[in-house]
Nanobody, 113 residues
Framework: VQLVESGGGLVQPGGSLRLSCAASGFTFASYNMRWYRQAPGKERELVAA????????TYLDSVKGRFTISRDNAKNTLYLQMNSLKPEDTAVYYC???????WGQGTQVTVSS
């Protein structure tokens, strides 16, 4: 299993970023997927989840209406479109399956003026 997150960076409040997660080593299209984040000094939290077909999607309350999770099963890739970013969204973002124990390096998102 390999998960490679990318697309993070430094953005001003109100800005946007699109994260990607390239998955390999397993049958991506068969698995539900999640985006998590971990801010400094805090526990990792679930941000968004999507079913294997993309038909069921859930979000952390604080990101509803601002973030959009999606996937392209033909490309084995998971996405997170983040709009109207706030300083409290600053964290390292990770993707994984619901029971996954192998983690990628994550991608740093910093929202600051």
């Amino acid at each position: 299993v390999q998960l490679v997150e990318s697309g993070g960076g430094l953005v001003q409040p109100g800005g946007s970023l699109r994260l990607s997660c390239a998955a390999s080593g397993f049958t991506f299209a068969s698995y539900n997927m999640r985006w998590y984040r971990q801010a400094p000094g805090k526990e990792r939290e679930l941000v968004a989840a999507i079913s294997n077909s993309g038909g069921i999607i859930t979000y952390l309350d604080s990101v509803k209406g601002r973030f959009t999770i999606s996937r392209d099963n033909a490309k084995n890739t998971l996405y997170l479109q983040m709009n109207s970013l706030k300083p409290e969204d600053t964290a390292v973002y990770y993707c994984n399956t619901p029971r996954g124990t192998t983690w990628g390096q994550g991608t740093q998102v910093t929202v600051s003026s």
